[in-house]
């Protein structure tokens, strides 16, 4: 498959764009019928992990950066036994 085809493929409005699309419809019908909603759903969950490890360059970066995503920092201090005795 040349370049040009993969471009037209996925280039929308084009009918190689249709076809693919179809395809892929298909795909995932037979998967829904066969196996079920979950179990398409974790084959689905597994492609974009492996999807993530082949594309990233910097996975060690863009993993600390999902993970601060949903960590701000603003953890509320928890007082010692000392901070509570001289508090009163």
């Excluded at 759903?41 to 950066?65: E, Q, S, T």
């Amino acid at each position: 498959m040349s370049k040009e085809n993969l471009n037209r493929m996925l280039t929308i409005g084009t009918p190689q764009c249709g076809a693919f699309c179809a395809v892929c419809g298909v795909v995932l019908a037979v998967l829904l019928l066969t196996i079920g909603l979950w179990k398409t759903l974790f084959i689905f969950a597994f492609a974009a992990l492996g999807l993530f490890i082949g594309l990233c360059k910097d996975k060690k970066g863009a993993v600390r950066r999902v993970i601060n995503r949903g960590y701000h920092g603003s953890e509320p201090k928890i007082d010692s036994y000392e901070d509570l005795k001289n508090k009163d």
